[in-house]
């Protein structure tokens, strides 16, 4: 599957790629599609709910901000993945187009690259917080907190495209077969029956950026944490960390798997664990994501309460399944 012959000779020509490490069987097949059916079901509500409540509840646009950028890139980072391998589950067809998998490419990476820009834009935010308390307010105004997250998309999507470009000038006519669980540069151009050595500049360049990002953030939080170990108070102490601790967990996680998977260099994992690293940060990271948010960070979990308790009081005030009005016992326009 996935070949057409070209008039001009013998070469043959791929037109569709091969996800080779789904596995065959259909029993298989469905029990690892309904796992990962919930867990992106998960990710997606989780991730929405609160994107929502951060937009809803104003005492959370300042603190929260980036936290609900990131969970609205989250949603479509894990779209751009998920619904293909869900397909690829259950199909006997296994296959994705060569434009389909440069667009899957293009929007996993773009999006991926502004998650680590908005990860650094929120852990600045931190150290302003939390080393400049009395200036935060001047400094991370709502109006520089909105171009951090701008330019977190622009530095995103157009850093991608010129190896998304060339990748599509490139010709495909040997094996069709992608040892990996989504399109990514190092199994697609594997499959190129052409020279790819500029892959190795356009990968010190991805790597600079990891780099750069990755310390960025760690210096950021060395110095929140010099600062919060140098408080009088064990309570300030708790406080300061308890903030930071979500922040630090999701830039462990994310940062540590793309590097794992990146940043190897001349080494080579077997198909086992390459699929591992990738599912950490493809389905895992993004899984966490919202649990960490919610059960780690007081305000959210606050905010949600406060939602879900409105929503279950608006929904026994006016069900329309009611033979008889139920009394709203509370308004959350007026004092319990």
């Known amino acids: 599957f996935g070949f057409r012959l070209v008039t001009s000779g013998n070469l043959t020509t791929v037109t569709e790629f091969l996800f080779s490490v789904f596995p065959h069987l259909p029993e298989g097949g469905v029990l690892f599609f309904i796992l990962l059916l919930l867990t992106y079901g998960f990710i997606v509500t989780g991730n929405l709910m609160i994107f929502i409540v951060v937009q809803l509840d104003r005492a959370l646009h300042t603190p929260m901000y980036f936290i609900s950028v990131l969970s609205f890139l989250e949603i479509w980072y894990t779209t751009t993945t998920i619904p293909k391998m869900l397909s690829s589950l ?54 520089l907190c909105t171009q951090l997250a701008a330019g977190s998309c622009v530095c995103g999507f157009l850093l991608v495209l010129p190896e998304i470009v060339w990748i599509a000038t490139l010709p495909f006519c040997g094996s069709n ?38 310390l960025a953030i760690a210096l950021s939080y060395i110095r929140i944490i010099v600062v919060i170990l140098g408080m009088p108070s064990a309570e300030g102490r708790r406080k300061a960390f308890s903030t930071c601790a979500a922040h630090l967990a999701v830039f462990l996680l994310f940062f540590g798997s793309v590097a794992v998977m990146y940043l190897r260099f001349s080494a080579t994992y077997s198909v086992f664990w390459d699929t591992a690293i990738a599912i950490t940060f493809v389905i895992l990271a993004p899984f966490l994501n919202p649990i960490i948010y919610s059960l780690r960070n007081k305000d959210m979990k606050d905010a949600l309460g406060r939602k879900l308790l409105c929503l279950g009081h608006w929904w026994r005030c006016h069900s329309l399944f009611a033979s008889v009005p139920l009394p709203c016992l509370w308004s959350p326009r007026q004092p319990k």
């Open 90 to 143: 259950i199909s006997e067809h296994k296959t994705i187009s060569v434009a389909g998998c440069l667009l899957q490419m293009y929007f996993f990476h773009s999006l991926g690259i502004t998650e680590g820009c908005v990860l650094t834009a929120m852990a600045i935010d931190r150290y302003v917080a939390i080393c400049r308390p009395l200036r935060y307010a001047t400094i991370m105004t709502p109006r």
């Open 177 to 214: 077969q992608i040892r990996q669980i989504f399109c990514d540069f190092t199994p697609v151009l594997s499959l190129a029956c052409t020279d790819t050595s500029l892959a190795v500049i356009v990968d010190a360049i991805h790597a600079g950026e990891i780099v750069a990002s990755f």
